[in-house]
């Protein structure tokens, strides 16, 4: 059963962990409006466990897969539109 979990870091970074426990690949698409995320800003979203490659976006959605069975991808999403600042 794939399990996905969120974490809203600041206003401009957010992670999403996404585990696939079965026995298959399996891919997802994730609507960034179910995350909570504001509609009308442009994202960024970079796999972090993979030397932060890239990961596709359509339009306001995430689009994860195939992901490999037993295994793990975190995935960072960055608001362009909130300016970067100091930690």
Same mark, same amino acid.
């Given at each position: ?7 809203? +870091?600041?206003?401009?970074?957010s992670?999403?962990?996404?585990? &696939?426990f $079965?026995?298959? =690949?399996? /891919? !997802? $698409?994730? +609507?960034? /409006?179910?995350?909570?995320? =504001?509609?009308? !800003? !442009?994202?960024? @979203?970079?796999?972090?466990? &993979?030397?932060? @490659?890239?990961?596709?976006? +359509?339009? @306001?959605?995430l689009?994860?897969? =195939?992901?490999?069975?037993h ?8 608001? $362009?539109a909130?300016?970067?600042? @100091? =930690?």
């Amino acid at each position: 059963m794939p399990s996905v979990y969120f974490l809203q +870091e600041d206003a401009r970074q957010s992670m999403v962990a996404v585990f &696939n426990f $079965t026995e298959g =690949p399996r /891919s !997802h $698409t994730i +609507e960034l /409006s179910d995350l909570g995320l =504001p509609q009308g !800003h !442009h994202y960024e @979203a970079y796999d972090v466990l &993979n030397a932060d @490659a890239p990961v596709a976006m +359509e339009g @306001a959605s995430l689009e994860i897969g =195939p992901q490999d069975p037993h295994s793990v991808k975190l995935i960072k999403i960055v608001d $362009t539109a909130v300016r970067a600042s @100091a =930690p």
